[in-house]
């Protein structure tokens, strides 16, 4: 090997390194078959395992990117972005959290199993189960979406755009925001309400904000 600057503790790791510089590999087979990658931190058994080339990427937990081969992914609990292999800029806490994805980007997730089986891009998901499961099924693909609470859930198992906020909520479909189980019975918001058009319901004081220009 020419590559300098590196660490390596444990069984295999850093094995193949050719040419790699600034690695810090700790925990047996942490990044055995990276070659020429840079920067990267790896704690945990299989750690950035098939990491070849990717740079500048943090992995902690049992063969936590384990597939890697892509930069700048931060991914921390065991076998969290396990399948990841070309997504980039992808910041991910809790086990399994993103697992299935193979080339998502630019994803914020917190929580254990949150966005598990879907190939998600530009998704924001917080609480257990967060975007894990569809109304249906399992969440398949998603994309610019935002999932809150434990067990928040899209309508269907392609999410675009869709906002779901509140334990067990389940979302409305693309282009929709869902805020609460259906078991809320109470919906507080403090200062001026600003949308489309109020629409007032038949025989009731209510009234509904409507996004057309017709009721």
């Known amino acids: 090997?020419?590559?300098?600057?590196?660490?390596?503790?444990?069984?295999?790791?850093?094995?193949?390194?050719?040419?790699?510089?600034?690695n810090t590999a700790i925990g047996s087979q942490?990044?055995?078959?990276?070659q020429?990658?840079?920067?990267?931190?790896?704690?945990?058994?299989?750690?950035?395992?098939?990491?070849?080339?990717?740079?500048?990427?943090?992995?902690i937990g049992y063969r936590a990117l384990l597939n890697n081969i892509a930069d700048k992914n931060?991914?921390?609990?065991?076998?969290?972005?396990?399948?990841?292999?070309?997504g980039v800029f992808n910041t991910v806490i809790g086990q399994e959290a993103l697992r299935a994805s193979i080339a998502g980007s630019y994803n914020s997730i917190l929580g254990n199993f949150a966005i598990l089986n879907a190939e998600a891009s530009y998704v924001s998901a917080l609480?257990?189960?967060?975007?894990?499961?569809?109304?249906?099924?399992?969440?398949l693909t998603a994309s610019e979406s935002i999932f809150i609470g434990?067990?928040?859930?899209?309508?269907?198992?392609?999410?675009?755009?869709e906002?779901?906020?509140?334990a067990n909520a389940v979302g409305?479909?693309?282009?929709?925001?869902t805020i609460g189980h259906t078991t809320i019975t109470s919906t507080r918001l403090r200062g001026a309400v600003k949308g489309g058009f109020f629409c007032k319901r038949w025989r009731n004081s209510s009234r509904v904000l409507n996004g057309r220009r017709f009721c």
Not at 74 to 86: D, L, R, S, Y
Not at 150 to 161: A, D, E, P, Q, W
Not at 172 to 177: C, H, L, Q, R, S
């Open 30 to 34: 942490a990044q055995e078959l990276g």
């Open 74 to 86: 931060t991914a921390i609990g065991a076998e969290t972005m396990f399948v990841n292999t070309t």
């Open 127 to 139: 609480g257990r189960d967060a975007g894990r499961f569809s109304a249906a099924a399992n969440l």
């Open 36 to 59: 020429t990658a840079r920067g990267n931190t790896s704690v945990g058994r299989g750690t950035l395992f098939n990491n070849l080339i990717g740079n500048f990427n943090v992995a």
């Open 163 to 166: 906002i779901v906020i509140g």
């Open 172 to 177: 409305e479909g693309d282009n929709t925001t």
């Open 1 to 22: 090997t020419i590559g300098n600057n590196n660490v390596a503790i444990g069984r295999s790791t850093l094995l193949n390194n050719i040419s790699g510089n600034w």
């Open 150 to 161: 434990f067990n928040s859930k899209s309508l269907n198992t392609s999410s675009t755009n």
